[in-house]
């Protein structure tokens, strides 16, 4: 059988699967018997386009020693530590990717399989996932004349971001040529050059293309924002990811206004105006089918039109709850308010704390056959064909109120109001509870009682709010600890008690700390799920809120009558290692005076 032969010269050795398993059986890593039951029939297409990487990773074999699956990352650390090369996680959100696609051609680098991944005064890295094939190494540096570092990167990555990159660059550079100019200043700083239009066109293949890779990109990098920001000198393409902005991005203002303008048109927005806030919102798939919805929202800066982009997953409707952070008791307290024949079922919270994503999972669970389910929303965040939606058009004054009023006379049975913002659409909301309907609506508030005080304080009369409303949840989104690599450590008891107290909820034997890997881009977290806080409506609260008691007092009895505060049910996310002390407090509201 060939050896794997770690030398470091120059030449074609291209890397095998015979090479490689041999290497691993002759560690331990392997059982010898796969020398006859994979190599031969493997050998055949040892030169072929597959990469052995690739070639071994399927077949799930674990390190007879170590006992840890041999995946691609495994695989890459255990190469680059035999041959002194260090093994690189290409993250495309941390690759400047205009910087490094300048470096070498896009023929160049494809010949060679090779990656641009960073580059600076001295020096410039690049990703193969070929480390004795070096013929480039010599004859680069010298045209560079910079230092090359090489790093051993996944094959699969290699492949896929390479056109990738170089047809991001190219776009930008061909419709950066359409204007014949770099920096188109805007709006409040605009510089007049006369004999220069300074315009790209909105329906050039080139934007077109662009709109097409930030939309698959986004969805691939599991953003739930899309932000395009002008600025002076470039605009600026930033993702939310997990809650948190990462920049993956930068084009030249004119690029950036024609982008804008394309996604416009797509929105059905008006592409003159530029003054004034605009919405609107497109539909389309991500790569592997799934219909996405994106809400669309401008806003006038000094540098021109900002565009943020909230992107809805229809996804998420089919989800149970628990998928969503539900405990069993939150879920079975949640099921008990929304499956009354009537009344108001209020849910709290900031902006992006998930109340939409909450309000249409239940929606969706409700809207049986059986059932007429109505929403009014401003705007509608995600189109769902089993219950009827309708927008709030303020500029035909169709207000919340107003549609209420409408959506009584169309036989409804469940009724969703986006948000309870006024007098008006609460006496609405209460008349349709009066009258045999169930609501589900929000309010913006810190916590659970905090809801009934809103409501009075909205002048709605106390014995209404006592007789309509069936129960309020407060709610916020923790990122959750990367499963990957999360590491168990010994919890702080001071922090604890300051957490759960007054509640002494027992301290966790372990608390899990973030660590950071490349599943997670080294943040030591990975998606997000909810903390819930559900007040029910006792015979006692009912009688005090008619009584128009201190909201202290109404506190003190809902959490008489079971109520959990948020602050407990991030304590109970610590204790099951999902999240951190830290995470919690950054969401959690402070406990009223």
């Known amino acids: 059988m060939k050896k794997l032969h770690l030398t470091r010269g120059h030449g074609d050795q291209r890397l095998s699967i015979s090479a490689l398993v041999n290497a691993l059986i002759d560690e331990g890593h392997l059982p010898a018997a796969l020398a006859e039951a994979f190599l031969i029939p493997a050998r ?194 930033r993702f939310r990811i997990d809650g948190v902005l990462h920049s993956v991005y930068q084009v030249p203002p004119a690029v950036m206004n024609a982008i804008l303008s394309r996604i416009k048109v797509l929105g059905r927005m008006d592409l003159a105006e530029k003054r004034r806030p605009q919405d609107g919102r497109v539909k389309t798939k991500t790569p592997d089918g799934r219909e996405i919805e994106l809400r669309l929202s401008t806003m006038p800066t000094a540098f021109g039109e900002k565009l943020v982009m909230r992107i809805f997953d229809p996804a998420i409707l089919v989800k149970d709850f628990a998928a969503l952070g539900f405990g069993a008791e939150d879920e079975k307290r949640w099921q008990g308010f929304v499956t009354q024949p009537h009344g108001i079922v209020l849910v709290t919270g900031p902006t992006g704390s998930g109340k939409t994503t909450t309000l249409y999972t239940t929606l969706k669970q409700l809207a049986t056959e059986d059932v007429n389910v109505c929403t009014v929303e401003d705007p509608i965040e995600m189109i769902e064909s089993s219950f009827n939606q309708m927008q709030v058009q303020a500029n035909i004054d169709l207000s919340f109120a107003e549609c209420v009023r409408t959506l009584l006379r169309q036989d409804p049975d469940i009724i969703m109001v986006g948000e309870i913002r006024d007098k008006e659409t609460a006496d609405m909301a209460i008349q349709a509870a009066l009258t045999g309907h169930l609501v589900l609506s929000t309010l913006h508030t810190n916590d659970a009682p905090s809801a009934i005080t809103r409501l009075l304080e909205l002048g709605v009369p106390p014995y209404l709010v006592s007789s309509t409303v069936v129960g309020v949840m407060a709610q916020r989104l923790v990122r959750t600890l990367c499963p990957h690599c999360k590491q168990p450590g010994a919890p702080l008891e001071a922090e604890w008690n300051a957490l759960v107290a007054p509640w002494k909820a027992p301290l966790p034997k372990t608390a899990y700390r973030p660590v950071g890997c490349l599943e997670c881009r080294n943040t030591g977290y990975l998606g997000r799920l909810g903390l819930y806080e559900m007040l029910s409506m006792s015979t006692e609260l009912r009688r005090l809120i008619a009584l128009q008691t201190h909201p202290g007092a109404i506190r003190e009895q809902a959490i008489k009558d079971g109520l959990k505060p948020l602050k407990l049910a991030g304590a109970q996310k610590i204790a099951a290692g999902l999240t951190t002390l830290e995470e919690v407090l950054k969401v959690v509201p402070a406990e009223p005076d």
């Open 44 to 237: 055949t297409s040892a030169h072929g386009k597959t990469h052995p990487f690739s070639s071994i990773v399927p077949q799930g074999w674990r390190s007879l020693k170590t006992g840890e699956l041999i995946d691609m990352a495994w695989l890459g650390r255990w190469l680059g530590a035999k041959i002194a090369l260090p093994w690189f996680h290409i993250d495309p959100l941390k690759i400047d990717v205009a910087a490094v696609s300048g470096v070498v051609s896009h023929g160049y680098a494809s010949r060679y399989a090779i990656l641009p991944v960073a580059v600076d005064a001295q020096s410039v890295t690049l990703a193969t996932s070929e480390p004795f094939v070096r013929d480039w190494e010599d004859e680069l540096g010298r045209i560079l004349k910079r230092e090359i570092r090489r790093v051993l990167a996944n094959p699969d990555d290699i492949a896929r971001y390479l056109p990738e990159f170089y047809n991001l660059s190219r776009f930008v550079k061909q419709a950066v040529a359409q204007t014949g100019q770099q920096n188109q200043l805007a709006n409040f700083e605009q510089l007049v050059q006369l004999g220069r239009t300074g315009n790209v066109d909105a329906n050039d293949h080139h934007i077109v293309s662009l709109v097409d890779w930030l939309f698959q990109y986004a969805f691939t990098q599991r953003a739930s924002d899309i932000h395009l920001e002008p600025r002076r000198e470039a605009g600026h393409v």
